[in-house]
Every structure is written in structure tokens, then in C-alpha cells.
């Protein structure tokens, strides 16, 4: 029995370290980084920054060009955020909502819309950041945390009341919820911009010039709908743990 237990522990920790696919990996002590992630993130995060200052470098009482742009960008989260949590308290959460909805879309847009495939590495190849799983759990599991922190701050401990109501029974469904939620975000993102980039990448190399573009001009509206959602579904959970569940 010892040995079974050995030779199963063994089986459990090898199938542990696979990977899928080769990576760029940076070797920080002990610890292997996908660097292709961070190398994309950081580009994203850049573009970001860079719009962002441009838009408020010189703010005009009359808004015009990207000034203009970013203010209906804005716009747009505020409405969103607003559909989502409620009148009264979505303004403290328009920066986290909106943040994850700008990033999502231009990781998603970049991968559709950049040919990373053209810049080699060592190992591995640039791609859209959401194209990698650790990228899509990290959002995710960030959005937990951040509903986890609206139903504390607001509620305090109460807020675990929820698990029990209206009975005890429902304890385990509750918190399977509570894993459910953050592995239907992380894979449906994942799943849609890794499949959106393979089909192309496949009908590249089959017809190399008109067969792809309708595909890639589809995988563009895929993109920006899976931001829209993503942000949606972080926004609806930030509100069901503020709402009030007795009322």
C-alpha cells in the first residue's frame, strides 16, 4: 500500500508539471514566468497609458479627437457600470470594472489585429495576453476577490449570511458558486480568443489573402463582445454582493 501511494503521489506531481505548447520562460529563483505574457501585457498596458495621457494632456472645454474618443470611452464604462451595480453605488467601482473591460479589449484586439507571429523568440511566440489561461484566471480570480471585498465592506461578516438563506441546505450549492464563477469567466474568455486566433492562423495557411478577412473582421466583434461581457458579468456579481438578499 506505502508503494501504491509512492508511485501514485509520483503520477500526481508528473502530470503536475506538464505544459501545453513550448513557452518563453524567465527564470526569477526557483520560478518559471511565461515572459511572453508579461512582454504582451506590458504592450497593452503601454497603449493604455499612452491614450491616456495623450486624452488629458491638453483637456478642451469642447472635447475633439481623442480627447472626444476617451471621453465616450468613458461614457460607456459609466453606463455599463451603472446598468450593472445600481445608481447609488457604482461610482466607486468604475475604475476596477472599467480597467478590466479596457484591457480585455485591446489584449483581445491586439491579438487579431497584430502579426506577433512575426517577432521570434527563443521559445514560444508572442499572442494576445487573454490567449494564455494565467492571464484569464488572474482577471477572474480578481473579480472575485473584488465581490468578496464589496459584500465584506459593505455587510461585514454578514455578508456570509447568504450562504445559509433561505436554509442551511443550500450551504454547498453557495459555495460551489462561489468556485463556479471565476472558472466560467477564465475559460470562456480563454476558450473564445484561443480558438478565434487558431481558425485564423489555420485559414492563413490554406488561403493565404480573401478567405480570412470576413473571419478576422467576425473575430474582431468576437473580441470586443467577450470584453462586453467579461465586464458585464464582473459588474452583475459586484452587485448581487451588495444587494440586500431579504429585500
Do not use: C
Not at 99 to 117: M, Q, Y
Not at 140 to 164: D, E, Q, R, V, W
Amino acid at each position: 500500500m506505502e508503494i501504491l501511494g509512492a508511485l501514485t503521489f509520483l503520477n500526481i506531481y508528473t502530470l503536475a508539471e506538464l505544459e501545453v505548447g513550448e513557452h518563453f520562460l524567465w527564470k526569477i529563483g526557483n520560478f518559471s514566468i511565461h515572459g511572453q505574457v508579461f512582454l504582451n501585457s506590458w504592450i497593452v498596458i503601454g497603449l493604455l497609458v499612452i491614450a491616456s495621457l495623450a486624452a488629458t494632456r491638453n483637456i478642451q472645454k469642447i472635447p475633439s479627437g481623442i480627447q472626444n474618443f476617451m471621453e465616450y470611452v468613458l461614457e460607456f464604462i459609466r453606463d455599463l457600470v451603472r446598468n450593472q451595480i445600481g445608481e447609488k453605488e457604482y461610482r466607486e467601482w468604475v475604475p476596477f470594472v472599467g480597467t478590466l473591460f479596457l484591457f480585455i479589449f485591446v489584449s483581445n484586439w491586439s491579438g487579431a489585429l497584430v502579426p506577433w507571429k512575426l517577432v521570434e523568440l527563443p521559445s514560444g511566440e508572442l499572442a494576445a495576453p487573454t490567449n494564455d489561461i494565467n492571464t484569464t484566471v488572474a482577471l477572474a480570480l480578481l473579480t472575485s476577490l473584488a465581490y468578496f471585498y464589496a459584500g465584506i465592506k459593505k455587510k461585514g461578516l454578514g455578508y456570509f449570511k447568504h450562504y445559509i438563506e433561505p436554509t442551511p441546505i443550500l450551504l454547498p450549492i453557495a459555495i460551489l458558486e462561489d468556485f463556479t464563477k471565476p472558472l466560467s469567466l477564465s475559460f470562456r474568455l480563454f476558450g473564445n480568443i484561443l480558438a478565434d486566433e487558431l481558425v485564423v492562423a489555420v485559414l492563413v495557411l490554406l488561403v493565404p489573402l480573401f478567405i480570412p478577412l470576413p473571419v478576422m473582421a467576425l473575430g474582431l466583434f468576437t473580441s470586443a463582445i467577450q470584453a462586453l461581457v467579461f465586464a458585464t458579468l464582473a459588474g452583475a456579481y459586484i452587485h448581487e454582493a451588495l444587494a440586500d438578499h431579504h429585500d
